[in-house]
């Protein structure tokens, strides 16, 4: 028995120690933001009707900047983002299509968009957030692990040897313990919006095949620009920005503020 008692002290002391971890994990609030059913079914028949691109990573199909979110029709959404992320403007919308796999964890650089950015500061000041819709029922849940520096070392690493590299992949292994333990779970009941930083890690779980919908903003006031350069990077990271950088080349002819840009000026042109 006193060669048992100082594991069990151990084992008592540790459990005390991930508890007090738990219970200090920031409580998730609740969103407000919703999709009407109208809205839903605007997104849903545009995407079967409209031209759409051939998906990576996990998605089968994506259509990139339908610019739903600057129609008349999706006012009452812009109200809602605007009300509960009051700091971002509203850019673009994508569109996604899966066949219901997972989505393993990662932060977004290829799929960022036009805009500058530095991996440190702009993961650290929350620059780029999404708001994500599952479109479709009993589609994955998004994941968040809302950790700056730990979301810095897979970019790092995403940005020197790409997203689901070896190397990255090994990283996610190492990093599974801190994905089981501390990451937040949204719900994944159609039409609610969960928002999230594009840059820090995220991920969506397994489920049915589904159609998801996200609107993109950036930080209105963080300095966070787009340039001729940037605007032309946007393409050659991921094919699916090329349709966007077609009509944001002429518009952006010199170094622009992406948080005060004219955003839904380029809907007629999309």
């Not at 979110?69 to 009452?76: P, V």
């Not at 397994?206 to 032309?232: C, D, K």
Request: glycine share 6%.
């Amino acid at each position: 028995m006193s060669v048992l008692l100082p594991a069990l002290v151990v084992a008592a002391a540790t459990l005390i120690v991930l508890a007090a971890f738990l219970a200090a994990r920031p409580k998730q609030k609740k969103s407000t933001i919703r999709l009407s059913a109208e809205q839903r079914a605007a997104i849903q028949d545009h995407f079967n009707e409209g031209p759409t691109l051939a998906g990576s990573y996990g998605w089968s199909r994506r259509q990139y900047a339908p610019m739903h979110i600057h129609s008349k029709a999706f006012s009452s959404l812009r109200d809602q983002i605007a009300a509960q992320l009051p700091d971002h403007a509203i850019a673009f919308d994508v569109v996604f299509e899966s066949a219901g796999g997972r989505v393993d964890w990662h932060g977004d650089y290829e799929s960022l968009g036009p805009f500058a950015f530095d991996g440190v500061s702009s993961i650290q000041n929350h620059d780029f957030v999404s708001v994500h819709f599952n479109i479709t029922p009993d589609g994955g849940n998004l994941s968040t692990l809302d950790w700056p520096l730990v979301s810095t070392l897979h970019h790092f690493v995403i940005v020197k040897w790409g997203i689901y590299s070896r190397p990255h992949k090994l990283l996610n292994f190492l990093s599974r313990p801190l994905f089981w333990l501390f990451a937040t779970t949204r719900p994944n009941a159609v039409g609610v919006g969960n928002s999230f930083d594009n840059m820090r890690l995220h991920s969506v779980g397994a489920g049915a095949a589904r159609l998801s919908y996200v609107v993109r903003l950036v930080r209105r006031n963080g300095g966070v620009t787009m340039s001729p350069a940037t605007v032309a990077t946007c393409a050659s990271r991921s094919t699916a920005c090329e349709r966007l950088t077609k009509v944001l080349a002429p518009a952006v002819a010199s170094e622009t503020a992406a948080g005060t840009f004219a955003w839904a000026s380029l809907a007629a042109d999309l």
